[in-house]
């Protein structure tokens, strides 16, 4: 079955070491997506109004390209890109009296049905790749990295699109796993980063900048790994606002650490776009090669 | 805060707008705080969520619009998860949001975001908070 991937706005800008390191990934591995064409912004979340359509165009026209494509699954790196599409994909699926609307507004597009899966590159690992194929594919086993996961809201809220359960997740701590790191659970990792508030509400994203690194670091890990620019941004590069004591506690996309442990080459992680600390970690640890100083 | 009970027929002129624009049904809320005891905004909000549903269940839509609670939402859906009466909660931040929106008043000055904030943030949070917080 053809799999098309869905990058998003932020996934090539601010977010390129996200988007290289699991292309790369997926290249190491010898599985293939295809990128759409004349993708468009997602809207970046999910319209609760139900008295208004025009915010779902944005993603059902997404869903659309997919299909013109010959796409049986469409697949997202960046969360609330996920869950923007798999929620507007529902909504053309059980919504008859809105998908006729939009239908008939979209007039020169093709109608759509919800035809198309819309999947979490997580996803993709686990159920078309599986744990075991990472595995075997290991050339760099990240052994001794006490790794835990920051799931956010997007992978896991609401139910109906969740990725995983919706209040004990397991799939990033079976990733971690299969990385042959040790995966640490902490009190925050379904938390919310703060999201879009560190425009409007800097202080109250900070608490939550705050509140998340203190748990993961109370539970000891080395790192957090991550599938949302916006919690990259909130957790890892604010923290530089907190002067939190012991340094930065690295944050990662689950991709680049997936792309090290395959042995994919450096370039493609990108983490000259990470914030503080987190090349260091690696480097420290022997996984990667120490980079050249000026 | 204090929550007043108005004499007379409570106005339920809100909680009906609300429904209309997010499908969802406030007068629903039974109190019980669930919701503000997993927010992870609560205590940078006034009044809190639980306080709010209050508000709308007595009418009190004035207060409801004027509380900072569905502008500090982050839109988590945490309480939609843990609500016992299965409330679609943010649905209702989203359409108290929406009845100021509406009105062409937004709630954040997209000037006014410092230069060196603009070039740092990942694009999603400018789309996302455009989305929530302009006309």
Redesign the interface.
Known sequence: MKISYYP???LK???RNFEDSALASLAALGFEVTELERWN?C???F?????DLL?QLAPVRVLIRAQQAGAGKVTTL?S??YNTLARANRLMREDEEKRNTLNQFMTEEPDYHGQVEVVHFLQLLRDEIGWERIRAALKRPLTGLKVAPFYG?ML????EVGIDS??KPSILMDFIAALGATPTDFAAA???C????????P??GL??TR?VVEAARASGVDALVLSC??C??NIG?QQQELAAPGGALPVFYFSQLLAVALGAAEESCRFDLNAAGARELLEERGLIAAAARK | MSVFIPLGVLDDAVIRKIA????ENAGRCMQCGTCSAVC??V??MQPSVRQLMLLLQHGQSGAALEASTA??C?????C??RCPRGI?I??V???IR?MVLRENLD??NPRG?PAE?LA??????????F???TA
């Open positions: 998003g706005c932020t800008s601010k977010a912004c809207g970046a979340l319209s609760l109004t139900t008295d915010h960046c609330q890109c809201c896991l809220r609401p139910k919706p209040v379904e938390e919310c703060g999201a879009y508030q560190v425009l409007a509400a202080e109250a608490k939550r509140r620019p916006l990259e941004y590069k | 209309e624009i997010s499908g992870p905004m205590e940078s502008w500090t982050a839109a988590c859906h945490t939609l998860v679609d943010p649905r931040m989203e359409a929406q709630r954040i975001i904030t740092a943030v990942p694009p999603i949070a400018l789309v996302a908070a989305r929530k917080l």
